[in-house]
């Protein structure tokens, strides 16, 4: 929520795209309001059931005039990305992840964890024998800031210098 604030100062609310019935969702939820109160921006919870539910809801989140869409990740928002992504850009709103395939596929930013290495970590644990179920979770070292500035252009933003020296990728 700090880097929205950042790259877009004077926006007032976010639509956060979750699966209603998981539990999972419904925290990190929790998480996007909180961080929201340091923030000022308003957060407008948009429950997606399914996939069959995904242009319904966004459409719900323009009449709630949000302007800008996030989502909490999870394998719907994944494989769905780039309808999301087309959708925002039709709409001209910036659509942000924690994923930077996300920023690849055309959304404005991404800040999330670099799970490259463990996936390559946990691959090599099995391999060498480990029992996937007895395998601790583990988090990312690592956070990656990617921005494409292409759909900055398109969607008539400026965003500030020093947010741009601090992305790892930046897509042109």
């Known amino acids: 929520m700090q880097l929205l604030r950042e790259a877009l100062p004077t926006l007032k609310s976010v639509a956060v795209l979750f699966i209603p019935d998981s539990s999972r969702s419904l925290a990190l939820l929790d998480g996007y309001k909180s961080a929201a109160t340091t923030t000022k921006i308003e957060v407008l919870p948009v ?48 659509a942000i992840s924690d994923d930077d395939a996300f920023v690849r596929e055309g959304g404005l930013m991404s800040y999330g964890g670099d799970s490259r290495g463990l996936s390559a970590a946990y691959v090599d644990k099995i391999l060498k024998g480990a029992k996937p179920a007895e395998l601790p979770v583990e988090q990312p070292a690592r956070f990656v800031l990617a921005i494409n500035l292409k759909t900055a252009r398109a969607l008539g933003l400026t965003l500030p210098q020093s947010l741009i020296s601090r992305a790892d990728q930046i897509v042109q």
């Open 47 to 94: 429950p997606v059931p399914s996939d069959r539910d995904l242009e319904a809801a966004l459409e719900t989140a323009t009449r709630q005039r949000a302007e800008a869409i996030t989502h909490i990740s999870t394998p719907l928002f994944s494989t769905t990305r780039a309808w999301i992504v087309a959708f925002a850009a039709r709409r001209r709103i910036p």
